[in-house]
């Protein structure tokens, strides 16, 4: 026997409007209704159908994320945070790992549509303009740094100016020979960091030199050890290092104790990201703090905009903030 | 104009079944025709209708996975390891975060059905057997620890001997007062966790005591600090410390280090999870790690069994294999 919403608000003694309310997650119900309303769905065994009013409404009831790798903490907060803002208007979330290749970026860009979802938020590594659709099939919102030109919405704290804030922290602290890890010229926010990195320097009046940036293929933890290990073998190792996200810098840490060297004493350390992790290493990492709430849900509001008739309107370039948190690894 | 398999083919000059079995994802393609069929599929534009497929398959696509929160490192590898292993078998993964609150779990459950998912994996924490739907909806499969005497497929390690091994792990280093840092009676890992804790006291002799196991809600890093602290205020304060998981114990590194103490010296420390962050914290976190691949891969597994026609074989309970992690915070 099919359970209609009428027994269910028959049960809980409030209307067919109220429990309705209730089953699409809308905010303005009443504590005690809504309780009521639930206990009388858990009771009767009712069940939304979920994709006969997606059809209604013409909408799969989906949104896509796009992400490199989950287990990167950055990604892993950030999902997290797009599922929240997701849900508040009615969308469950479909994630989509791509390592970071342009191949596995370019299959999964091709692979979603009108009949999968109802938009896609994209985190691009390696994306390039002609791997992009034509516009028009979903709405598309692209996150974070990576520098593609084609006119679709996109949402990003500014990069250059967030490495180049890092940078000038540490030449504030008098340090001089400031190293940079994480250089991968296939990864677009690899090379926006490495030109704030640059202009940081630039700005303190300290030349560049070739030999203090390391390369980082994946930014793991494992890598920024051994890039900070390479870096403290020169014969004039440096006394500070920018890493362009915190497990970078982790692995740093790591490896600068592990010489028996000091954070911020010997080398003062600046990661990028503000992983939760970051505030309770030892020492706490000084990091670069993108808002990544304010990012999540400007990407899902301009989804949503997208959806609800704003089609026409020029794609949007929008900054959330940032902000320089600074903690024992460079004020010790 | 709609371009066919048959235009992608005679571009690629391969026949039609070869880019179909490109399209769906088939292992078994030369890698140089696999080259040529997506060179072909973008220079086409060709886009498969998943949907239509997934209609003649009597399928969604989809697989639903219920966590706590995808910003716990834990479950942001997990679902990883878990979006990897669907896409193998052809599903994308949607992610729903509870919390870890039963009512917040028990909608979720009660929103899934089969027009939704082909199957589901729920991970739950506060769940009660009186939540669960009737079986026979869609392939239901429970990840972790938390007991529920219900008749569905359930994948897991042997939380209580896994508990019991970090404690005699403990002990067999010659500490005496060992305490716990996790006790939350509405979670059942919780309850699991301390039953392992008690009986690795027991069988190395040595004597339970209620001021030694410290309450935690949430199961965060700054939790973990502030038990710490508690614990190391008493007139006779722990040697050595079990954390029911790696992030409790990461701030439970912080909090001994911010007075002064030393680990392992003063008090050892032990994890649960073996997150990624765990083997570059200082000192390196001993943990007990449980084998997250084998978890996922047999998850993913159990539900393309009840899938693909295994519906009436009994309920299956899957351990799979953890191990303990010896490093530094208790070896030195």
Redesign the interface.
């Known amino acids: 026997m099919t359970v209609t919403l009428k027994d269910v608000a028959t049960l809980a003694g409030v209307s067919v409007k109220t429990v309705s309310n209730v089953v699409n997650g809308y905010a303005f119900v009443k504590p005690e209704n809504r309780r009521r309303v639930?206990e009388a769905?858990?009771a009767t065994?009712y069940?939304?159908?979920?994709?006969?009013r997606n059809l209604r409404r013409g909408r799969t009831?989906?949104l896509?994320l796009m992400v490199p790798?989950?287990?990167?903490?950055y990604?892993?907060?950030l999902?997290?945070l797009v599922?929240?803002a997701a849900q508040k208007r009615g969308w469950?979330?479909?994630?989509?790992?791509t390592q970071g290749t342009r191949?596995r970026e370019?299959?999964t860009l091709?692979?979603l549509?009108p009949?999968?979802v109802d938009g896609a938020l994209v985190h691009p590594e390696a994306l390039e303009a002609a791997?992009f659709?034509?516009p028009g099939e979903i709405p598309l919102v692209m996150l974070g740094e990576h520098a593609v030109d084609v006119p679709i919405d996109h949402v990003a704290i500014d990069n250059v100016l967030a490495a180049q804030t890092a940078v000038s922290h540490l030449a504030s602290l008098g340090r001089t020979r400031i190293a940079a890890i994480g250089r991968n010229p296939a990864r677009g926010t690899s090379s926006q960091r490495l030109a704030g990195y640059r202009s940081g320097l630039s700005a303190a009046g300290l030349s560049y030199s070739d030999e203090l940036v390391a390369p980082a293929e994946k930014w793991h933890?494992s890598v920024g050890?051994a890039a900070m290990r390479s870096l403290l073998a020169l014969p004039s190792p440096p006394d500070a290092v920018f890493c362009f996200n915190d497990l970078l810098a982790?692995?740093a840490?790591?490896a600068v104790?592990e010489l028996g060297l000091r954070v911020p004493e010997d080398v003062a350390i600046v990661g990028f990201d503000n992983n939760?992790?970051s505030?309770?290493?030892?020492p706490s990492l000084t990091t670069i703090a993108p808002d990544k709430m304010a990012l999540a849900e400007a990407a899902i509001d301009l989804v949503h905009r997208r959806i609800t008739g704003e089609k026409t309107l020029p794609a949007q370039d929008i900054q959330t903030p940032f902000a320089l948190e600074i903690r024992e690894s460079t004020r010790g």
Not at 47 to 52: E, F, L, T
């Open positions: 639930e769905l858990a065994g069940r939304p159908n979920v994709g006969a009831g989906f896509a790798e989950l287990s990167i903490p990604f892993g907060e999902a997290g599922i929240t469950s979330v479909l994630i989509e790992q191949s370019r299959e091709f692979s549509g009949h999968l791997d659709p034509s933890r050890a982790i692995g840490l790591r104790a939760e992790e505030a309770f290493s030892l």
